[in-house]
């Protein structure tokens, strides 16, 4: 069973940083990419970044020159450093991964996984 942890991430002053960290666990062969997306209660989730593994990052235009997404494949991981935080970011961030991963003797898939949430993250 793949497990996605996530942790960093608390309060801050606007203009502040904070740092996410997010882990996966589990047979996994292969990470396709990971990612973040953050919720404000009331609303949808939304994107915030994603890292291939591969050179390729992608991020909301709200966050550009002031977020950092950086993922090591081998160690199934991904950081979202977080600058110059503004009130409204205050929100839940949650990890997301595509992977291979083992469901059985020589078999696999590839599914998508969502961490449990980091509540209560950003600048207030």
């Known amino acids: 069973q793949v497990q996605l942890v996530e942790s960093g991430g608390g309060l801050v002053q606007p203009g502040g940083s904070l740092k996410l960290s997010c882990a996966a666990s589990?047979?996994?062969?292969?990470?396709?990419?990971m990612g973040w997306y953050r919720q404000v209660p009331g609303k949808q989730r939304e994107f915030v970044a994603q890292d291939t593994g591969s050179g390729t990052t992608n991020y909301d235009d709200s966050v550009k020159g002031r977020f950092t997404i950086s993922i090591d494949s081998a160690k199934k991981t991904v950081d979202l450093q977080m600058n110059a935080l503004q009130a409204e970011e205050k929100a839940e961030y949650f990890c997301k991964a595509q992977l291979e991963e083992s469901i059985g003797t020589n078999d696999s898939r590839v599914s998508e996984w969502w961490g449990q949430g980091n509540q209560g993250t950003g600048s207030s």
């Open positions: 589990g047979i996994i062969f292969r990470v396709d990419h």
